[in-house]
């Protein structure tokens, strides 16, 4: 607690291994609320631009930005045979317009850079698309859930044979690991506050405060190992005091 308010106390450790060990976690505890408190401080006086849309229906309540999807795609049907309000207000004002519809995913990022304009697409290509541009940014949630699959011929070998392979790859944690490979290690490397990358949550991870456990590992194993040589020069003390 003295270490962490930066304070000091009534009584100090004279032995070394207590020494050694004191000193270890006084320098884990400091570092650890140092890094806290600016990591804090980073975090409450950042300016975050103010975003006027943060849900499907804040979109679909105004008129100032259009949206669209890809011409005749999964996305497009979705609105199209959807029963719930919001879709069908939006679909309405899609076909009404017209030229909010684009040919594919490209065109559809370049125009949502372009204009004031939200592009509706799959949830696995827009969080690839946003892992690769810093200006763009992914607001709400999945509309709807849908999955993926690879077509063979009817009755064919290979379905059993894929079908379980893909299985083993969900369940060994395969799959999440090509995912974060190629769509946030292989993304782009976003600067400055208007980012959509920073405009994540800030935290410090394992990887980030490792060298601070290694230290204060190898102060306990030093304080351990010098009690063991103070308990045996404390025992040959008193052999030597008895004989």
């Not at 320098?27 to 609320?33: E, P």
């Not at 395969?174 to 506050?193: P, Q």
């Not at 994540?200 to 351990?224: A, D, E, T």
């Amino acid at each position: 607690m003295s270490t962490m308010l930066k304070g000091g106390c009534d009584f100090g450790p004279r032995a070394v291994s207590t020494r050694l060990l004191g000193g270890s976690w006084w320098v884990f505890t400091l570092v650890i609320v140092s890094a806290y408190t600016a990591n804090l401080a980073a975090v409450l006086t950042v300016s975050r631009p103010h975003i006027p849309i943060r849900n499907i229906d804040d979109l679909a309540n105004q008129s100032d930005i259009s949206y669209g999807t890809i011409n005749g795609g999964s996305t497009m049907q979705f609105f199209q045979e959807s029963k719930i309000e919001a879709h069908a207000k939006m679909w309405a004002r899609m076909r009404r317009m017209g030229d909010v519809f684009v040919r594919n995913n490209r065109e559809g990022v370049e125009k949502v850079l372009r204009e004031r304009y939200a592009y509706l697409m799959e949830s696995s290509s827009l969080e690839y698309e946003v892992q690769q541009n810093c200006n763009l940014t992914q607001i709400g949630g999945v509309l709807g859930s849908k999955g993926y699959g690879i077509a063979l011929q009817k009755n064919s070998e290979w379905t059993d044979l894929f079908s379980r392979q893909i299985l083993l790859y969900q369940k060994r944690g395969i799959i999440a690991m090509k995912k974060t490979k190629w769509w946030r290690s292989k993304g782009a490397s976003c600067h400055g506050v208007g980012s959509s990358v920073k405009q994540q949550r800030i935290s410090l991870n394992l990887h980030n405060v490792s060298g601070l456990f290694v230290i204060l590992s190898m102060g306990l194993l030093f304080s351990v190992f010098i009690v063991c040589v103070e308990f045996y020069a404390r025992k040959r003390e008193n052999q030597r005091k008895n004989e």
